[in-house]
T-cell receptor, first 114, second 113 residues
Framework: DTGVSQDPRHKITKRGQNVTFRCDPI?????LYWYRQTLGQGPEFLTY????????KSRLLSDRFSAERPKGSFSTLEIQRTEQGDSAMYLCASSLDGGNYGYTFGSGTRLTVV | QKEVEQDPGPLSVPEGAIVSLNCTYS??????FMWYRQYSRKGPELLMYTYSSGNKEDGRFTAQVDKSSKYISLFIRDSQPSDSATYLCAMSEKTGANSKLTFGKGITLSVRP
């Protein structure tokens, strides 16, 4: 068990480009979450999957954002037509159904839009 | 007003000090309360997890929840330089399905040797 893995660790992109991030959760965890954290703030909920089903999306997740979790394993988060305001740390977390002990976060992908 | 408010920082203490970190919240539906520690360039790491009101102790750490006052605290005894990090409180309305967390903004703690 290597924990939650996120790739890439850092991404610098030009405004208007599309970017995609990947998250590999802990293998036996069936729940997967995406959060966004800006400098000096706590993480904010973006979306949540139980297995392959996306069960909730925050209003923060505009139509430029899409997340998938095919086959209930890894997940991808895509941002289309990036804007400078998208610059943030994107955190993935996973947990086990019925678990009462919070979740395990990955180290995040830091996105800088220039 | 944000749902979760956390005391502003940063906080600097000498090694061995007792540290008190606090959060208040406005959503009375919150039942599960957590403290995460986040080192620079890393994801948050779960430190303490409590359900409803009461105290929970784990080594040098004690988490306290007072639901009547909508107030939670984390105490760190005999603080060490390795405790230097950002501490985030987090809470949720339920566990199980859809247990999304609402976080405070975090407080950066520095423990001076």
């Amino acid at each position: 068990d290597t924990g939650v893995s996120q790739d890439p660790r850092h991404k610098i992109t030009k405004r208007g480009q599309n970017v995609t991030f990947r998250c590999d959760p802990i293998s036996e965890h069936n729940r997967l979450y995406w959060y966004r954290q800006t400098l000096g703030q706590g993480p904010e909920f973006l979306t949540y999957f139980q297995n392959e089903a996306q069960l909730e999306k925050s209003r923060l997740l505009s139509d430029r954002f899409s997340a998938e979790r095919p086959k209930g394993s890894f997940s991808t988060l895509e941002i289309q037509r990036t804007e400078q305001g998208d610059s943030a740390m994107y955190l993935c977390a996973s947990s086990l159904d019925g678990g009462n002990y919070g979740y395990t976060f990955g180290s995040g992908t830091r996105l800088t839009v220039v | 007003q944000k749902e979760v408010e956390q005391d502003p920082g940063p906080l600097s203490v000498p090694e061995g000090a007792i540290v008190s970190l606090n959060c208040t919240y406005s959503n009375s539906a919150f039942q599960y309360f957590m403290w995460y520690r986040q080192y620079s360039r890393k994801g948050p790491e779960l430190l303490m997890y409590t359900y409803s009101s009461g105290n929970k102790e784990d080594g040098r750490f004690t988490a306290q929840v007072d639901k009547s006052s909508k107030y939670i605290s984390l105490f760190i005894r005999d603080s060490q330089p390795s405790d230097s990090a950002t501490y985030l409180c987090a809470m949720s309305e339920k566990t199980g399905a859809n247990s999304k967390l609402t976080f405070g903004k975090g407080i950066t703690l520095s423990v001076r040797p």
